[in-house]
């Protein structure tokens, strides 16, 4: 269910300290930002990722985001290897703000998911977590 437009999709996993969702489909996990973290970015005019075959850490920038509001990082929930960098939203970034679940950045291959799995929390729970996070922000997923 929406909460000020903003959708957190109940079939993906969250760091909402990161801003990030994962879909993990066997050891490889797709990686975007999520829609509140969009909205309150506004419309993204920059990605640059880490090349395919990187190496990175959990927690590490996995991704640089600018924005009309923002600019920073995007960070790596799971520690893994960049297996594939989404070429069409790095060349139109904008396209995160359309669709941020549809529009993923990056798709890692995880090394260490049976331990950093849990760390990642599911749609439902990370849909309460952001209620309060969307009302602090000021945001309106419905007028990116």
Known sequence: ???????????????????VWARVEGRVATVGATEPAQA???EVIFIKAKPVGT?????AILATI?????????????TGTVAEVNSEVISKPSLMNSDSY?????????????????????GKEAAEKYKPIIDE??????KT
């Open 102 to 122: 549809a529009n993923w950045v990056v798709k890692l291959t995880a090394e260490k998911l049976d331990d950093e799995l849990k760390l990642l929390i599911p």
């Open 40 to 42: 309150y970015a506004g």
């Open 66 to 78: 600018e924005s009309a509001k923002f600019m920073g990082p995007m960070r790596a929930p799971l």
């Open 1 to 19: 269910m929406p909460y000020r437009g903003c959708r957190v999709p109940e079939d993906l996993l969250y760091d909402v300290g990161f801003h």
């Open 55 to 59: 190496k990175i850490e959990r927690g």
């Open 137 to 142: 922000w000021g945001v309106d997923c419905g």
